[in-house]
């Protein structure tokens, strides 16, 4: 385990803290939560002195609402070497709102499918915004220089980014608990909702999710969202680069596969194994959720039962349902047709000596849970949806005396896993009994082998692996943003640039026109330079010691249309042509155009095939522009575009023809010119003694690499760029160009 990671502190926020209060007669006891967060984060603290000794003083503070909070309480009481708590106090109401409302009446059941129970209420959402505030203050409060900020599921969206507009330089994780659902779900929330929630999570500087189907569907829905870029799990916000990657929360792997062989687990195992006798046992444990597929699995069951009659009065079924808002109604209703339909079922196969379901509706002891995992032969973990689900992880740590089979819901996160379990789809009942009597009939050779390997992925992947390589990865991105963050502009880099600027006596300034200049927009012919922008160029251009190029992809009429009468030198097409000031325009090159038919013929085909795509042509050039289409149905019809263009160019012969990718467009042009070579021209046999140049895509890249080392090149955005330096945004452009101004 890499343990070179440096924080004094780790510091989680999470909706609850680790343990609620239970008031007695003479005072309050203090009771575990439960979970798999709580776990988890409890096992490390317990073991962060000899897993690490680089972390601190290896102390974790848990900022989360207090349940039944003593009136004389003082966080001084729970305090110990390892561990303090930092309660957040909600008002009843603002959390009904919050939690009840926004948390578990939307974004539960949207995130796991259930777009039909999700209760869509503004008031919930306004809610959802103090409560992350309130929990803001609190954390703000409490961290120190050095410190680590875990922020851990969805009750929390909003709070990196509220942090971070507090602490610019805060060490900040996100953690996602539950699945994060495909675009199509998640654009049903409205856009102001949406909007606030993937930049609240941007807020972090790692944002992590338990499989990789988790994190593309959160980078696709940031592209959607918010148009920034991303390459493949890095997300370019217009501030710091974000990334987004997959961790698959583990378990305390030698606590569960220790404790089967703890004395107390063993006296339970025996008086389990009296009111066994020799019958079989299938075992599930789960939470009282729509989420969990419960009224299935019993059909599933129940089918076996029919099918497989030779089994009947040979398996029990031990179903452990876990009370959980059972006050609230269809939770309630929930529970009554899960007993009606037990009642049913064992009234329809029971006999004297045996029934098919022994049901019971409590919490369990770690003791018995760890008893029915490892006497259980086979493991029904089948959800409809859930992010992780970490009762299969520990029903295979704990198959030591009675090797079992896990039967396992492809749409829990674990499947990713664990994928020797016998991976079923839990609507279909008629797959869910045949897998259980393929469990209950296989070999024991086959189940070892099985068992093995998902063992031996679990131990090392564990909870200690999970929690250190997040923190290992949020030190690596920290480090990335560094490296950016030399190369962005600031205060000194702005005044140096400024001073150069005023100490030189012959200026060349190259800017590209959208992205640069302009923001873009749907057509290009709306994407016009406002009055504000064109007085800047315009006060550049009237210095006699600069010449400013406009060095634009645009077609020379556009162009010149936006400049006229200024005396600025116009480069049109990449290079193709270029007009000085008070002069007509000029090609640069002469080339042969026969191939645009083929070209122009293939393009059209592909607005067609691609929805909000159109074509646009230049006399040099053709370009196919995919700005307003599906980002991912664009994206693939790039992928096949090239190709096609690709083979065009092989049949032709004609080594001249360039593809040339920019922003949401790809060009066909004569690779003989590019801006680079257009910049080169323009600079010969002259002196200058203060070159700049801006830029935001592919074709500047051309340019700032022909420029000279002490060019003062610029790119817009954060992405890799040749370019020297980097600016965020086209006002930083803007103000940089205005600060130029004597």
């Not at 009771?31 to 003083?57: E, M, P």
């Not at 053709?622 to 160019?649: G, K, M, T, V």
């Amino acid at each position: 385990m890499d343990n070179k990671i440096q924080f004094e502190r780790l510091v989680i926020a999470a909706y609850r803290l680790p343990f609620k209060f239970t008031k007695l007669k003479n005072g309050y006891k203090v009771v575990q939560n439960s979970g798999g967060l709580v776990s988890a984060i409890l096992s490390l603290s317990q073991n962060f002195k000899k897993r690490s000794s680089y972390i601190g003083n290896n102390k974790i503070v848990w900022a989360g609402i207090a349940e039944n909070l003593p009136d004389n309480f003082t966080a001084k009481k729970f305090e110990n070497e390892f561990f303090e708590i930092a309660p957040v106090n909600l008002p009843q109401k603002l959390n009904e709102l919050f939690y009840g409302g926004f948390c578990n009446g939307l974004i539960w059941p949207l995130f796991h499918y259930f777009p039909s129970y999700s209760v869509f209420d503004n008031e919930n959402f306004k809610a959802y915004e103090e409560a992350n505030l309130k929990f803001c203050e609190e954390i703000i409060k409490i961290i120190k220089p050095g410190d680590f900020i875990w922020v851990h599921d969805y009750q929390l969206f909003l709070l990196p980014e509220m942090i971070r507009k507090k602490v610019p330089d805060a060490t900040i994780g996100f953690f996602l608990h539950i699945p994060f659902p495909s675009f199509e779900l998640f654009r049903l929330l409205p856009h102001h909702w949406r909007g606030k929630i993937i930049n609240g999570m941007l807020g972090a500087d790692l944002i992590g999710f338990h499989t990789q189907d988790y994190t593309q569907h959160f980078i696709k829905s940031v592209k959607r969202t918010t148009g920034f870029e991303c390459l493949q799990n890095v997300i370019y916000t217009p501030k710091r680069l974000v990334k987004a990657d997959t961790f698959p929360i583990g378990i305390d792997y030698e606590k569960f596969h220790s404790a089967c062989l703890d004395k107390h687990v063993l006296a339970e195992k025996q008086r389990l194994k009296i009111h066994l006798s020799d019958q079989k046992l299938v075992f599930s444990v789960d939470r009282l959720d729509y989420s969990k597929g419960l009224l299935l699995k019993l059909k599933g069951y129940e089918l076996f039962l029919e099918r497989f009659p030779g089994w009947q009065s040979k398996v029990v079924f031990n179903m452990v349902v876990v009370p959980s808002r059972d006050n609230i109604k269809r939770y309630e209703k929930m529970k009554n047709e899960i007993e009606s339909t037990i009642g049913r079922i064992n009234g329809k196969y029971s006999s004297l000596a045996w029934r098919p379901i022994i049901y019971q509706y409590k919490s369990l002891s770690f003791n018995e849970l760890v008893a029915l995992y490892d006497l259980s032969d086979v493991g029904l973990i089948t959800p409809l949806r859930d992010g992780m689900n970490l009762v299969a992880k520990e029903y295979v740590a704990c198959q030591v005396e009675n090797k079992g089979v896990l039967i396992l819901s492809e749409m829990a996160g674990a499947a990713a896993e664990l994928n020797e379990a016998l991976i079923i789809n839990p609507t279909d009942s008629t797959e869910m009994a045949e897998a259980i009597f393929n469990a209950l009939e296989m070999k024991t050779a086959e189940k070892h082998s099985r068992l093995e390997r998902m063992q031996n992925r679990i131990a090392t992947y564990n909870v200690f692996t999970w929690a250190f390589d997040f923190f290992n990865q949020t030190f690596n991105t920290k480090e990335q943003q560094r490296l950016i963050s030399v190369r962005v502009i600031d205060k000194n880099n702005s005044s140096q640039i400024a001073s150069a600027y005023q100490n030189a006596d012959h200026r060349i300034l190259f800017l590209d026109y959208d992205g640069t200049l302009v923001p873009f927009s749907k057509y290009p012919e709306l994407a016009t330079i406002d009055r504000s922008t064109l007085e800047i160029i315009r006060k550049l251009a009237e210095d006699p010691k600069n010449q400013i190029v406009i060095i634009s992809g645009r077609d020379k009429n556009f162009l010149e249309r936006q400049f006229k009468e200024m005396n600025v030198t116009l480069v049109a097409e990449h290079g193709y042509f270029i007009k000085s000031a008070g002069s007509n325009w000029e090609t640069t090159i002469t080339i042969d155009s026969q191939w645009k038919e083929a070209v122009m013929k293939i393009l059209i085909e592909y607005v067609n095939r691609c929805n909000g795509s159109f074509v646009e042509e230049k006399t040099g050039s053709i370009a196919w522009h995919y700005r307003n289409s599906d980002p991912d149905f664009a994206l693939l019809r790039l992928h096949e575009l090239r190709d096609d263009l690709a083979e065009i160019i092989r049949v032709s012969h004609n080594k001249d023809i360039e593809i040339l990718e920019g922003n949401n467009v790809l060009e066909v042009k004569s690779g003989k010119y590019d801006k680079g070579q257009a910049a080169l021209a323009l600079m010969k046999n002259k002196h200058f003694d203060f070159i700049f140049a801006a830029g935001d895509d592919k074709t500047d890249e051309f340019l700032f690499k022909v420029l000279p080392a002490s060019a003062y090149t610029i790119r817009i955005g954060l992405s890799s760029s040749f370019a020297k330096y980097k600016v965020p945004d086209i006002p930083f452009l803007l103000k940089l160009l205005k600060g130029m101004e004597p």
